[in-house]
């Protein structure tokens, strides 16, 4: 079965570093997109930004560029997001979802989501 | 950067009725590159609709998706209880936004 698999729940404080991870099973993502998308409790989805693993072309949305780092290991097939100094705002969940095709396309396949808990 | 608005952002129907949810683009964009999710609450997002109009592996034909300009509709013909959920569009010609979403809820 094609899957995603995301790396567990975190509870971090402020200030600490992280970096979780999204792993593709039974398939390969070296010829995806693979993109990380936000949702803040009781809100809606919000695109972060997205990697393609086969050359590590990585794009990011305005209002994620510079308080987050995506990036994939081709060797392992996973992709990355991480945070250097987190804030209590950046308690959410956390998936990750694989492109259609290689191309610019919809995101088929979603991971469990990753729930990151940021709190003094 | 491309915005996505939609509308209503709560729509209360009952099972067996017709849905038609609206999604506005900021500007002119290919439709080719417009999706729609439905996301259960506890569960990942699931893709409906790509490319506007054709339906994702799996997906019931009760749900189709339609395009006129830079204006987009999912309609679901006839609710079935597990259809109940939010709704997102999303663009995804090189940055990938979604809408705000629709709730479809129980009346």
């Known amino acids: 079965e094609v899957q995603l698999v995301q790396s567990r729940a975190e509870v971090k404080k402020p200030g600490e570093s992280l970096k979780i991870s999204c792993q593709g099973s039974?398939?390969?993502?070296?010829?995806?997109?693979v993109g990380w998308v936000r949702q803040m409790p009781g809100k809606g989805l919000e695109w972060m930004g997205i990697?393609?693993?086969?050359?590590?072309?990585?794009r990011y949305s305005p209002s994620f560029q510079g308080q987050v780092t995506i990036s994939a290991d081709k060797s392992t097939t996973t992709a990355y997001l991480q945070w250097s100094s987190l804030k209590a705002s950046d308690t959410a969940m956390y998936y990750c979802a694989r492109t259609q095709t290689n191309s610019f396309d919809a995101f088929d396949i979603w991971g469990q989501g990753t729930m990151v808990t940021v709190s003094s | 950067e491309i915005e996505l608005t939609q509308s209503p952002g709560t729509l209360s129907l009952s099972p067996g009725e017709r849905a038609t949810l609206s999604c506005r683009a900021s500007?002119?964009?290919?439709?080719?590159?417009l999706a729609w999710y439905q996301h259960q609450p506890g569960q990942a997002p699931r893709l409906l609709i790509y490319?506007?109009?054709t339906r994702a592996a799996g997906i019931p034909d009760r749900f189709s998706g339609s395009e006129s300009g830079t204006d987009f509709t999912l309609t679901i013909s006839r609710l079935e209880p597990e259809d109940f959920a939010v709704y997102y569009c999303?663009?995804?010609?090189?940055?990938?936004?979604f809408g705000q979403g629709t709730k479809v809820e129980i009346k």
């Open positions: 490319a506007a109009s």
């Open positions: 999303q663009y995804y010609g090189g940055s990938w936004p």
């Open positions: 039974g398939h390969s993502l070296t010829n995806k997109w």
């Open positions: 990697v393609y693993p086969g050359n590590s072309d990585t």
């Open positions: 500007q002119s964009v290919n439709g080719y590159h």
